[in-house]
């Protein structure tokens, strides 16, 4: 963890040579690539960034609390009633994990009728 943490401070470091000069722009500084305060300005908000995101990063990338994943597509055709349209496919939810399955889409007509069948099945769905 404490790897993960580091190193996703380094990637944000990665960006100070892009943030300091268009910090000096914005400062009218005397050069193009800015002065030695430009550089450590934006090396200390990248480095504040980096330990507040790390966590909200982890939180949206790791919760089930944020609810279920769905796929909308324009013009398939449903895979239970052979309608051209737009499709839905829930690709995960709490009890639900669809993600390395073969796509399947269905209008919004079978997509509620599945939604429902899984929902007698325990699924969590919003």
Known sequence: MIRRYLLY??????????L???????KHSPT?????????GSSVANLV????????????FTTDKLGQVWQIHE???????????RGYRLVQSKGYDKTAAEPQFRCEDCSIKKADSLRKQGVQID
């Open 49 to 60: 960034g980096g330990l507040i995101f790390f966590w909200v990063d982890r939180f949206i």
């Open 75 to 85: 013009n398939i055709t449903c895979i239970e009633c052979g309608k051209v349209t």
């Open 9 to 18: 401070l380094l990637r944000w470091q990665l960006s100070t040579p892009i």
């Open 32 to 40: 193009v690539m800015g002065t030695a305060e430009d550089w450590i």
């Open 20 to 26: 300091a000069p268009i910090i000096a722009y914005f």
